[in-house]
């Protein structure tokens, strides 16, 4: 199994009245907050974390959240430009740059390709479809939002696989006229390429495209019913059944020498969900665009009908969880080596399998020297005792460019 | 397409099918909706039926209409309201819009003067006129929904919906409604860059009517908006504000009915 290291790079340090005052932690609050000189320590650490993974043999992974505490990574072609070229061996997952709220999707494909080219072979692509808040901050109209997302990706892909010279595209949603990007990918056909949904129909087109499908917090039942959705889209469409290695299981995991030890330091995790998901409604619940209408019956009202159910996002429904809940949820993975591999294994064996495993190790509180020693912990004692993963047949494998 | 007779709650332009509120009889007043879809119980309905036959189509996306693939520009709206202009029998109609649907009374004016005898905008949007850095028009989308209620109601908590009262029926009309706002006026956020140049092309009498406490698009806004409409009357409505034709029924009828009749 792959094992990816995933930080947010959050800034926790902005005082709990302002966040408590605040109606979103997130695209409103005044960048007055955020301490440049503290921001410039996180990304020092943060980065150093990721060059440590290059030692150990654990893969990175390369965000972008924007305007808010939950990560300071909203540039991030540049943090994957310093990764491409700082780390030397481990691969490289971007989870992603946002596409549905960049204009020109060729520039991104540019971006990625130069990312590859400097890692020399190392890029993985992972496609995201935003949050409701970014949004707002990325002025992308939220309304045909789905659409947007896999145009981007056929743009994206057309280009990283043209090499004879300009071409021409006029979507729905964009238009180049003049498409011919220098340097070409290193990896060819293109680097291996991923998305983070749980949403059926995406995981069904997943399925059909042969894209990696990762599920971020979304616990084991999500991820399956996501797994088993791309496995019938396959079959259906006629091609062989994916292995494990089309599939990735993210949750925060913290691994210490100790159970004690790892529920503690792992427990700081939780602010990522408990303080850093909060937004306004008309981010999240009025937001037009990112509900159907229908839902709208529950999620306006302030006091629910009896019986009823409000229908949130997923994030959502994690404010306010303990570590208790989110273990039992398979959102967090905490505790010494063996039991983080149990948890981990008893997720795997939920789900029907997954050959990566992103582990969101630092996030709110959890210092530097508490991310190092959780991330060599869990290179050294858990990592090598999962289960390899298993390859999808006539997957086309990357390989290097002559 | 034909009017029909009756109630006649559908309509069909140019093979898209449009949910439609008709009522009364006599000169033709054609009615754009704004943010809402018109409901067909609202006071000022009726009143306005007294002068004339008044039908409100929903706009595709919008309330029951269904929105046809790749129907999703105001282009594609100004469009499909010239083409039902087209297909009245009578020579002339009287538009009206309200908000956003004034924008599109005022698109289709500047485009179709000839097919009107009179105009009436209700606080339009539709034009940017101060500098690149004040927003004129409340950006109900990205604004706290306490904010967007106070300022879109001269008296909110008597007028402004609520949702925990409204129907699961109601609430899911009122999503949809803003689902296919957001996908046509996103941006530019609900202004045409362009229109300020052609609203001199306006030929016909209209009238701006606007809420005084209207805080979506101020008076100030609206004046603004009379003086590139050559002629138009411009006139404020006391305790109202985005939606006098709500908060103001009776008055609203009796302005626009005085119009209607100069």
Redesign the interface.
């Known amino acids: 199994m792959q094992a990816w290291y995933h930080c947010e790079n959050v800034y926790p340090f902005v005082p709990q009245e302002v966040l408590d005052r605040a109606?979103s932690v997130r695209a409103s609050l005044p960048n007055k907050y955020c301490d440049p000189g503290i921001a410039a320590n996180l990304f020092a650490e943060c980065l150093d974390e990721h060059l440590l993974c290059d030692d150990l043999g654990v893969n990175v992974v390369s965000i972008e959240h924007h305007s808010g505490i939950n990560s300071l990574y909203g540039a991030s072609p540049m943090i994957l430009g310093i990764l491409a070229r700082q780390t030397k061996k481990v691969r490289i997952l971007s989870l992603g740059t946002l596409i549905t709220i960049r204009p020109d999707p060729v520039r991104i494909a540019e971006e990625y390709a130069t990312a590859d080219v400097i890692s020399k072979g190392r890029l993985e692509i992972g496609f995201v479809k935003s949050g409701d808040s970014e949004m707002?901050s990325g002025?992308a109209?939220?309304?045909?939002y789905v659409d947007r997302f896999w145009e981007a990706i056929d743009l994206i892909q057309k280009t990283l696989t043209s090499h004879d010279g300009p071409f021409s595209w006029e979507g729905?949603y964009f238009t180049h006229r003049h498409v011919n990007i220098w340097p070409p990918v290193y990896q060819r056909p293109h680097p291996p390429m991923w998305a983070a949904t749980g949403d059926p129909e995406t995981s069904a087109e997943l399925g059909r495209r042969g894209m990696v499908n990762a599920l971020v917090l979304r616990g084991p039942e999500a991820s399956k019913r996501a797994f088993d959705t791309y496995r019938d889209a396959r079959r259906e469409a006629g091609l062989p059944a994916p292995g494990t290695d089309r599939f990735a299981y993210a949750a925060l995991c913290y691994v210490g020498e100790t159970d004690e030890e790892g529920l503690q330091v792992g427990s700081k995790t939780l602010w990522f969900l408990n303080t850093s998901l909060k937004q306004?409604?008309?981010?999240s619940k009025?937001?037009?665009?990112r509900m159907p209408?229908?839902?709208?019956?529950q999620n306006?009202?302030?006091?629910p009908r009896p019986g009823s159910q409000a229908n949130l996002r997923p994030g959502q429904s994690l404010i306010g969880i303990t570590a208790e809940q989110a273990i039992a949820r398979g959102i967090l993975c905490a505790g010494s080596p063996d039991t983080v591999y149990r948890q981990i294994m008893d997720i795997y064996e939920k789900v029907g399998g997954f050959g990566h495993f992103i582990f969101i190790g630092r996030s709110g509180f959890l210092d530097h020297q508490e991310a190092e020693k959780g991330i060599k912990l869990l290179a050294k004692e858990v990592l090598p005792r999962l289960p390899a993963a298993t390859p999808t047949p006539a997957a086309e494998p990357a390989r290097a460019a002559e | 397409m034909a009017l029909g007779n009756g109630n006649g709650e559908r309509l069909t332009v140019r093979g898209i099918e449009l949910e439609a509120v008709r009522r009364g009889a006599g000169r033709p007043i054609l009615l754009l909706h704004g943010f809402q879809t018109v409901n067909p119980t609202t006071p000022f309905l009726e009143l306005l039926a007294h002068h004339g036959e008044v039908v409100a189509p929903s706009g595709p996306g919008f309330g029951h209409s269904p929105r046809p693939k790749?129907f999703?520009t105001v282009y594609d709206l100004v469009h499909l309201y010239l083409e039902l202009l087209d297909t009245l029998p009578d020579d002339k109609v009287t538009l009206l819009g309200f908000s956003f649907g004034g924008w599109l009374a005022a698109e289709v004016a500047v485009a179709c003067s000839h097919r009107l005898d009179k105009l009436v905008l209700v606080d339009p949007l539709g034009i940017k006129v101060s500098d690149r850095e004040t927003p004129d028009i409340l950006d109900i989308?990205?604004?706290?929904?306490d904010e967007?209620r106070r300022k879109s109601w001269h008296d909110p908590d008597r007028f402004a919906p609520d949702?925990?009262q409204?129907s699961?029926?109601a609430?899911?009309?009122?999503?949809?409604n803003?689902?296919a706002?957001?996908?046509y006026a996103?941006?530019p956020y609900m202004y045409n860059p362009q229109l300020p140049r052609w609203l001199g092309r306006i030929k016909v009498p209209t009238l701006l009517l606007w809420g005084e406490s209207d805080g979506v698009v101020t008076p100030d806004y609206g004046r603004a908006y009379s003086r590139l409409i050559p002629g138009s009357q411009f006139e404020l409505i006391d305790c109202a504000g985005h939606h006098p034709e709500i908060e103001q029924p009776e008055i609203f009828i009796e302005r626009v009915a005085g119009f209607l009749k100069q």
């Open positions: 109606d707002v002025n109209n939220p309304v045909g729905k306004s409604p008309q981010m009025f937001l037009p665009g209408p229908e839902a709208a019956a306006y009202r302030t006091v | 790749d999703d989308f990205n604004k706290s929904p967007v949702f925990n409204m699961d029926e609430l899911v009309t009122y999503a949809r803003r689902e706002l957001c996908l996103w941006h």
